[in-house]
Nanobody, 115 residues
Framework: VHLVESGGGLVQPGGSLRLSCAATGSIFSINTMGWYRQAPGKQRELVAVFLSGGHVDYADFVKGRFTVSRSNAKDMVYLQMSSLNFEDTAVYYC??????????WGQGTQVTVAP
């Protein structure tokens, strides 16, 4: 599975961005899919993910601000982000897990929140 993210950029505090991730290849094998982020000097952390069965898990720090969605074909996953703040500055990664237990990552897209 190959993943390509898009939609990152510079946004002012309080602003919004929508990230997209396109999945190609063996998309029939995709089980879980979602978003992670990594800020400078910090570990990569979960943002939001569709778990097996379609349940969505959000990190506490994004609840009510971010919404994850995906296409029925599981070839696209989106992250709508609003009320962005400085702490949301990070590289955002799309990730999928397959039924076979493999994990795939995109190359990441930078989100910078600054005046």
């Amino acid at each position: 599975v190959h993943l390509v993210e898009s939609g990152g950029g510079l946004v002012q505090p309080g602003g919004s961005l929508r990230l997209s991730c396109a999945a190609t290849g063996s998309i029939f094998s995709i089980n879980t899919m979602g978003w992670y982020r990594q800020a400078p000097g910090k570990q990569r952390e979960l943002v939001a993910v569709f778990l097996s069965g379609g349940h969505v898990d959000y990190a506490d720090f994004v609840k009510g601000r971010f919404t994850v969605s995906r296409s029925n074909a599981k070839d696209m996953v989106y992250l709508q982000m609003s009320s962005l703040n400085f702490e949301d500055t990070a590289v955002y990664y799309c990730s999928v897990g397959t039924y076979g237990g493999n994990i795939y990552w995109g190359q990441g897209t930078q989100v910078t929140v600054a005046p």
